[in-house]
């Protein structure tokens, strides 16, 4: 390579590298950052417009929604904004605010650190020379105090601000103060933003970590570490083996108000690795053991039907667990057997009129309505109460016995720690830096005709008229306590 | 809904009602003595929401936020103590509870209406995390309401600036400088109770539903109507928005919240989120 080549490939790098900068420090710049949550703020409102997986209420109606708009199905379903919170453009902005934070961050970092630390003292106290010569300034007039006492007048300035928790530095043998208040807030920001990136973290590993599942156990069932019996939602990508597990519902308590659930307690055994120990679950009190949480959200009722000959031999027979809660109608049917039994159940039942129904919630005085059919005929209909038969095709079908079921929803998940702790980083950096914004004061003290005179000024961030309503308010504090007068025309 | 409840709701509905139209008179024809009036009024009316708002929290058990009618009590309870908060410090701002005033109205008349008694307290709202959840819910929704106020009568201020016409009804309003930091005070005062609402949301998710985020539509109308307000802030701060254009967003911005808050159950019926109990299917 000759050097006219090399040069030009020299030439050619640094251009390159040039144009990589410039895209850097326009990707940091405030816009981008604005314009990327803009958009992703778009992309969240439009999943409430875009119809979504999701808030389909069946599958059924999803597939016939897609059939009644064949081209927008077809649209939506290719860009995959039907499930627009997970949908690859969603990703990509997402990604894009990460990578703006980041690049952000690390811009601010320093000079973020160097506010709040004052390290650079020079820079801090630069110009204080000109404090009288900026408007808005006060001034402070000591007459009859003799000029060399200037020093000792800044001195008590300092004490004074000192006092009043104020950060001071001092400079030009200490005839220049700087008063800084809340110097810390600045690191709000990067409590607050930091916090964005450890909830990604955490918010990652929650979800590569994940498994959930629906588990659904009968008062008395014993479960332990039988994977299969899980309904699964989410499978982890990482970590996927479970620690043992075992759970046994030893009793159900319900409560009602109407038809209203108003309190469940499920008391389990649970044993969790090698420990076994009595809990109750609740709905919002989930049973937590290290990374798992067992947590109760459905429940229903498990009869014990029992299929007879006349003769009294058992054809066939368990617990089936049913959802007939709250007057809905389930069904079940015997292995084998061609019989559907269709049943509505009477918790606390009463007749009212002829017509069957409930006076609570609450299994006082249980009542199947039961319908047994084989194929579209109908064998049997009627009103049965514990220990009372149906009889249909020389068989007798009786229930003896109630229990409930409980639906679980079993959660093991990684990372949720780190992730509280970014709720509470975030929540501090955001009241640090909003409600305790910077204030910065500044001091000089000079000689004057017959005297000494101090001028003030600061500035304070975002609330500037309610800085120098407080401004003003010191200044008259500060002559009150030095013995000084304000300037004309500079009341508090 | 007992008598004692039932009276005072009425009184405050009836209260809230004359503090309307007196604030609807005061800015179209100009009479700022309207607002004494609005003070004066204000204070017992707000007394008779306290009592309201306690009076129901002492007969149920239950902090109240179950249902319409206490969503809307306790919702408009942190807006108009929040109104007061500013009246009390700066009596010229009295217009602002144009906006307050009138939505509370609005809210209290629709949640008495749809249905004021008090509903069971279903099992998966007995949680600590609701109450704080709500609580914020509630400050956030008053605090940025108040903005919105501000945003009002900024715009209106500015308007008569702007044509050069003296009004000596405008002059007493504080100045824009000064209406424009409070409207900001008021937005970060509610952008943060606001982040501390969803974080608490989250947290109570999890053990109800057995997530922290399930992208629901009312969580996802919450996150919006955040990130709104959160844009308004760097807007302000980095780019150094001001006046009108901040008033704007300020003003409309809180649809968002009232959506989030009272309307995503009009038009989705498989949020997880119920401001209530579910009727019984």
């Known amino acids: 390579m000759n050097n006219a080549t090399k040069k030009t490939a020299h030439s050619m790098f640094r251009s390159l590298g040039q144009d990589i900068q410039r895209s850097y420090n326009y990707f940091r710049r405030p816009r981008v950052t604005i314009g990327i949550i803009a958009v992703l703020l778009a992309l969240f409102v439009s999943g409430l417009f875009i119809p979504q997986k999701s808030l389909f209420l069946s599958s059924q109606q999803f597939e016939q929604w897609n059939s009644e708009h064949p081209v927008l199905a077809a649209v939506i379903n290719g860009l995959k904004l039907n499930e627009i919170y997970v949908a690859p453009i969603t990703i990509l902005f997402l990604a894009l605010f990460f990578l703006n934070l980041i690049a952000v961050l690390i811009q601010r ?107 659904l156990l009968t008062q008395g069932e014993i479960f332990y570490s039988d994977i299969e019996r899980f309904k699964v939602i989410d499978n982890p990508k990482i970590f996927p083996s479970l620690p043992d597990l075992g759970i046994i519902v030893e009793s159900v308590s319900p409560s009602y108000e109407g038809a209203t659930g108003t309190d469940l307690d499920v008391a389990l055994k649970i ?51 049913l959802n007939v809660l709250k007057g809905k109608e389930d069904s079940f049917q015997f292995p084998d057997l061609p019989y559907t039994v269709a049943l509505r159940f009477y918790p606390d039942f009463i007749e009212e009129g002829g017509v069957p129904s409930s006076r609570t919630q609450e299994i006082r005085n249980p009542v199947f309505h039961v319908r047994v059919q084989d194929g579209g005929k109908v064998l049997y209909e009627g009103l049965r109460r514990p220990g009372e038969n149906a009889r249909f095709d020389g068989l007798e079908l009786s229930f003896s016995e109630l229990r409930y079921w409980v639906d679980f929803l079993v959660v093991r998940e990684y990372g949720t720690t780190p992730l509280a702790a970014g709720f509470v980083l975030g929540a501090t950096g955001l009241v640090l830096r909003l409600l305790f ?45 030095l013995g000084g007068v304000l300037g004309e025309g500079q009341t508090a | 809904m007992s008598w004692v409840e039932s009276i005072l709701a009425w009184g405050i509905i009836y209260l809230y ?40 929290w002492v007969r149920t058990g239950y902090f109240p936020a179950n249902g319409e009618f206490e969503n809307a009590l306790s919702g408009g309870l942190f807006a108009i103590l929040l109104t007061l908060g500013v009246l009390y410090r700066r009596r010229e701002l009295a217009g602002i509870a144009v906006v307050t005033v009138p939505v509370t109205l609005l809210f209290l008349g629709y949640g008495i209406m749809k249905n004021p008694a008090a509903l069971p307290h279903a099992a998966s709202l007995k949680s600590s995390w609701l109450v704080i959840h709500v609580l914020f819910a509630q400050l956030a929704f008053g605090a940025y309401l108040v903005a919105s106020g501000m945003g009002a009568v900024y715009l209106l201020k500015d308007n008569k600036v702007r044509q050069g016409a003296a009004s000596a009804f405008f002059d007493k309003l504080p100045r824009l400088p000064v209406l424009e930091e409070l409207m900001f005070k008021f937005v970060i005062y509610g952008f943060i109770a606001d982040a501390i609402m969803i974080a608490a949301g989250s947290i109570w998710a999890k053990d109800l539903w057995g997530s922290y985020w399930a992208w629901d539509p009312v969580e996802v109308w919450s996150l919006a109507s955040w990130l709104v307000y959160g844009i308004s802030i760097h807007l302000k701060v980095q780019l150094g928005w001001k006046g009108r254009q901040l008033a704007w967003i300020y003003l409309f911005a809180i649809i968002g919240i009232i959506i989030a808050y009272w309307g995503v159950d009009f038009f989705v019926k498989n949020s997880q989120h119920i401001f209530g109990v579910r009727p019984p299917s």
């Not at chain 1, 320093?110 to 408007?135: C, F, K, S």
């Not at chain 1, 000689?447 to 101090?454: H, M, Q, R, T, Y």
């Open chain 1, 271 to 321: 044993r969790y690795l090698k420990e076994t120990f009595d809990a109750v679950a609740k709905i919002n009190e989930p049973v937590r053991r290290g990374p798992i949480s067992i947590l109760p959200h459905a429940i229903g009722i498990s009869p014990l039907f029992v299929l007879k000959k006349g003769g009294g031999a058992v054809v066939s027979g368990g617990y089936f667990a």
């Open chain 1, 109 to 215: 970092i320093p000079h973020t650190l160097r506010r709040a630390y004052l390290i650079d003292r020079q820079a801090a106290t630069a110009g204080m020379e000109r404090v009288n010569d900026e408007p808005g300034a006060i001034a402070i007039v000591f007459k009859g105090m003799p000029p060399d006492s200037s020093t000792t007048l800044a001195g008590k300035a300092e004490a004074f601000f000192r006092k009043r928790s104020w950060s001071v530095m001092t400079s030009d043998g200490g005839r220049s103060i700087l008063a800084i208040r809340n110097r810390y807030s600045p690191l709000g920001f990067l409590l607050f933003h930091a916090s964005f990136l450890l909830c990604l973290v955490s918010g990652l590993l929650v979800v590569y970590t994940r498994f959930s599942g629906t588990l």
């Open chain 2, 17 to 56: 009602t004359i503090c309307s139209i007196l604030l609807l008179t005061a800015f179209i024809f100009q009479k700022d003595r309207l607002f004494r009036w609005v003070r004066l009024l204000l204070v017992p009316a707000f007394a008779a929401h306290a009592a309201e708002f306690i009076a129901r």
């Open chain 1, 437 to 481: 914004p910077r204030k910065t004061v500044r001091i000089r003290v000079g000689k004057s005709d017959g005297g000494c005179i101090l001028h003030m000024n600061g500035s304070g961030e975002y609330y500037p008229q309610a800085f120098r309503e407080e401004l003003a308010r010191s200044a008259a504090d500060l002559a009150n306590v």
